[in-house]
Structure formats: structure tokens, C-alpha cells
């Protein structure tokens, strides 16, 4: 891996549970020539975490793990385009949960930021894991920045100890990344006068393209929920829906993927409909892009957000998106260009919206529009900006 240019050395360091959205931004940090190091923090209960699907013992492995050593044999050959340009890609390898090992770990990646020499270092989101490596950064504190990717606790997410720990955070770290201007004005109140934040944009997930077995053309059946079941995700307000959306198209199909937490359980789990698919599990990479690119449409109907993830995965698998007019969401989605906004989180509006969708045959030029989109660089034009003003303003 090399990279040209004589801009500024940057180590980014992220976690599995954000590395689609990661890789996007480490390939555009890298076509702008920045000289980017990436650290990607893994530990076991993270082997099969986002996009990841790695079957292996992280006992036999070293705390900082080439990517280039192993992209084979854990079977990342998708990954690597991401990487091409940068410096150095490495894995810091947690193989278990003591202390003391965390600690050992934690010293060996300081050592080699240290050896890099870098004018930033670039968290995206904290762990508790990075609590260990508070000395180090309170005296490299100068470089630091952090991305937010939700300045609030989702409902029914609530967990103390990631409060404690990020207002910690909060007080060291001078400049921050949101992604909405939406989690800018959460996040303003919750720091002091002095820090600077700046908004960028989350891209299409383009990674889950590559989870498809093959390209053939498929029927889109489906409205689909997909993603982590939480009471926030409001998929009731979807579920409420489908009784008026069957008597208007009764060969309608509608799809609901993904994990209950926290022992949420939804009447809906049991649901006993033809017309309905219910899948109440962790959904491997290669289920969520297959059920994508099986809809017609795939429908986020949350009642509280600051952005979502679903949206780039829906846009990289080029389908587009129904959202409700709640937090960030909108500043996602063009209106009956790359997708449609329900103007309240209600049953009746969002079975309105998804009524005009269809009625009114929408699928096929949003389908377009979105594919487009992929192509447009419309998102990389944002970030290119906003990095420049990042990563050279005092």
C-alpha cells in the first residue's frame, strides 16, 4: 500500500460496528491524498459484526494485524479496494475481555501512532475499550477529532456507561464530525463554546454490492423493514400499515429482517400473513442485500434519528428509500427523486405516502434516480469540502 501526495498524515481509527460506512470515507480521505493510516478495533464478538464474517481464533494473531497478512485467509478480498492507497491498515486484536490484556493491547497501538508521527488522530465514535488509552490521547489531545455518530441514546438504548464515558470524551476532544445537521444542533448544548463541530455526509454503502451471488435481474416484491429491531425503529407504524395498503394492492408483499434488543418483543413477531415475511434474526450481509434488491422500496419508519445506515445500504444497493420527516433522515432524501418522505411518523401518513408511491408508479424513476446517485459523487463533492476545512483549520 502507498499513497502520493504531501498532505497531512492522518491515523483513522475505527470500530467493525462502523466500517461500511468507514471504508467510504478512508478511500476518499486516500483519493485526496491524504496519507491515512487506518486502525480497525476487533475483538471476538465482533467477528461477524457489520460487514464483517470471520471465522477464526484471535488468540493466534498479534495485538496489530496487517490487513495486508490476512486479507486471504479471513476472506476480505472485497475490502481491499477501499484500502489500495492507504499507508498501512491494521487490525488491533482484542482476544479477550481482561484487563490486563486490554492494557498490553492498547499500549502497542500507542507505540505505533507514535512511530507515525501523526498531525491528526481521527476516532470514529468511542469504545469502552478507548477509555484505556486515555493518558495517551489527553496528552496528544492537540490531534484529536471525533466523529458522533448519535450525540442521544436511541429509545429503549439507554446505557449508562457509555454516558460516563463520553462525557469524558467530550471534554478532551476539540473538533467533532456529525453526520446531519440535524445531530449538530443535538450535540452544540452537550459541549463547550470552545469546540468546533462540522457536519459531513454518511455515503452509499457501495461494500454490499459485492455480497450479491450474481447480477440478474430480479422481481421487486417487496416493502422492506431491515436492520436492528428497536423500539426507536418504529416498524409498528409500518406493521399498521398493511391492512389498507392490501385492500388497495392485495398481491402486496411486505418484508420485516432483523434482531430484537434488549428483550424487545413486538406483537408483530408472531404475525400470521401471506402477505408477510418476518425474520426475526441477525441477518447475514448476504440476506440484507438480497431482500434489498428484492424491493420495491425499503421503508425506515423511525420515530426518533439522527441518521441511518439503512438509507446507504438501500442507496449502494441502488433501491430507494421511504423515511419519516424525523431527525437527520430528511437531509437524505430528495422527494420523489431518490426516495419519498412521510411528512409525520403516523400510521395514516406513512400508508399515504406508501400509497402515492405505488398508485402513482414511482418505482421505476426512483430506481433510476438512485442508481445515478451511486455515480453522481454528489456526497464525495460534500465531504471533499468539509475534509479540507477538517483537517486544515486550526
Not at 406513512?350 to 421505476?364: D, G, M, P, V
Request: a positive charge.
Amino acid at each position: 500500500m502507498n499513497q502520493k501526495g504531501n498532505l497531512k498524515t492522518i491515523v483513522f481509527c475505527t470500530q467493525v460496528y462502523f466500517l461500511d460506512a468507514a471504508i467510504e470515507y478512508i478511500q476518499l480521505l486516500t483519493l485526496k491524498g491524504y496519507k491515512t493510516h487506518v486502525l480497525i478495533e476487533l475483538s471476538p464478538n465482533q467477528l461477524k459484526a457489520n460487514i464483517l464474517n470471520i471465522d477464526v481464533d484471535l488468540t493466534q494473531y498479534p495485538a496489530l494485524t496487517s490487513f495486508n497478512l490476512i486479507v486471504k485467509d479471513w476472506k476480505l478480498e472485497n475490502l481491499a479496494p477501499y484500502f489500495k492507497k492507504c499507508v498501512s491498515v491494521n487490525f488491533v486484536v482484542y482476544p479477550t475481555k481482561k484487563i490486563w490484556q486490554t492494557k498490553r493491547v492498547s499500549n502497542l497501538m500507542e507505540k505505533h501512532i507514535s512511530k507515525i508521527k501523526p498531525d491528526f488522530i481521527h476516532l470514529d465514535d468511542f469504545s469502552s475499550r478507548t477509555v484505556f488509552s486515555l493518558p495517551y490521547y489527553f496528552f496528544n489531545r492537540e490531534k484529536l477529532i471525533a466523529n458522533i455518530h448519535d450525540p442521544l441514546t436511541h429509545s429503549g438504548e439507554f446505557q449508562w456507561s457509555r454516558e460516563v464515558y463520553r462525557k469524558i470524551w467530550f471534554n478532551l476532544v476539540g473538533k467533532f464530525v456529525v453526520f446531519s445537521e440535524y445531530s449538530k444542533k443535538i450535540l452544540e448544548p452537550q459541549l463547550r463554546k470552545s469546540k468546533k463541530i462540522y457536519v459531513l455526509s454518511l455515503m452509499p454503502y457501495t461494500i454490499y454490492k459485492s455480497f450479491l451471488q450474481n447480477n440478474k435481474m430480479v422481481i421487486r416484491d417487496y416493502i422492506s423493514f431491515v436492520g436492528r429491531i428497536s423500539p426507536y425503529k418504529g416498524v409498528e407504524l409500518f406493521v399498521g400499515t398493511f391492512k389498507g395498503l392490501k385492500r388497495n394492492f392485495p398481491n402486496i408483499k411486505f418484508y420485516i429482517g432483523g434482531k430484537t434488543i434488549n428483550g424487545y418483543e413486538p406483537y408483530f413477531l408472531n404475525l400470521d400473513d401471506k402477505n408477510v415475511v418476518v425474520e426475526n434474526k441477525f441477518l447475514s450481509n448476504l440476506e440484507i442485500a438480497e431482500i434489498i434488491n428484492k424491493s420495491k422500496i425499503v421503508i425506515c419508519p423511525y420515530i426518533d434519528a439522527t441518521q441511518s445506515g439503512v438509507v446507504m445500504t438501500a442507496y449502494g444497493l441502488g433501491c430507494p428509500v421511504l423515511v419519516t420527516n424525523t431527525g437527520g433522515l430528511p437531509e437524505y432524501v430528495i422527494h420523489n427523486s431518490t426516495g419519498v418522505i412521510s411528512v409525520e411518523a403516523t400510521e395514516d401518513c406513512i400508508e399515504s405516502t406508501l400509497n402515492e408511491y405505488l398508485q402513482q408508479n414511482k418505482e421505476e424513476r426512483l430506481l433510476e434516480n438512485v442508481k445515478q446517485l451511486q455515480y453522481s459523487n454528489r456526497f464525495e463533492k460534500m465531504n471533499k469540502i468539509k475534509m479540507d476545512e477538517l483537517y486544515n483549520c486550526n
